[in-house]
């Protein structure tokens, strides 16, 4: 935070109730919100449309703890795939505020993970990380990562995306037509045919993938649109495990759906020593 001499107008830093660090965005063409801790993207308000993002009503968000809904950041593991905390450091670390530019059409942020937190989790490992937000008219998100280590490693990570929907039974995404997809909850492969609906548990990842998605629920429609991301990964607990989960109320599956832009299982990248890559999402009402 202290990285920046002077913050323009309408950007904020302040304190929730409970004591937590965010960004405070108030623009005319935009109202949003991101948490420090985990630089987590909890709210995108467009001018006259509502929140991009769904967010649990039932989170205290507290100090320390992960958020449940917005846009976790998934890194530098993808769920569970190597040991340490599920879906890595990234979004249980302090990130540092490095940048903040407006115009009049929008409102630029940059966030980093200092090495010295990195270096703290994860000893074996080392990587320059920051996170650029572009928030007005749309939301546009960008991840990226460089190798600043002596040797090849491994990354798989996520734009862990809640949108919110109206009612999950009566929602379709399309743009996944003749995709292959990795089905968590049975360990198979599947083609998706035709449109997608939702009417029970789904845990996928589409592989070797590309294309925009489009979620609508028959009030609107959201375009997602990613880059330097081959998969992509759609998630709802439904009704048994919404009960499981914390800071999730029972009938939250009911408005709620992840979709995800990813580099998560056969799409992870192994990075050389000075490479960098970079994922981006923009989500955006049509």
Known sequence: MTS??????????????????????EHPSVTARIALEGAHLVSCIPSGQADLLWMSPSDPQAPGGVLRGGVPLCWPWFGNTRTGPAHGIARRSLWQLTGAERDEQSVRLKLELPAATQKAALPEASWALSLELRLGASLQMTLTSRNTGQGPQLLSQALHSYLPV????????????????????????????????????????????????????????????????????????????ARKLDNFPADGYRTMLCIEAANAAADARTLQPGEEHTLSCSIRQI
Do not use: M
Not at 4 to 20: C, D, M, R
Not at 205 to 233: K, W
């Open 4 to 25: 920046v001499p002077a913050l323009p107008e309408g950007i904020s830093l302040i304190h929730n109730t409970a004591g937590k660090a965010f960004v405070q965005v």
């Open 166 to 241: 109206a009612e999950i039974t009566k929602v379709r995404v399309t743009g996944l037509d003749g995709a292959t997809y990795l089905d968590q909850l049975t360990s198979s492969h599947q083609v998706q045919q035709g449109d997608l609906t939702i009417e029970r548990e789904v845990d996928r990842i589409y592989l070797q993938h590309s294309q925009p998605i489009q979620l609508s629920d028959g009030q609107r429609t959201l375009e997602i649109c990613r880059s330097g991301s081959a998969s992509v990964v759609l998630w709802n607990p439904w009704q048994d495990k």
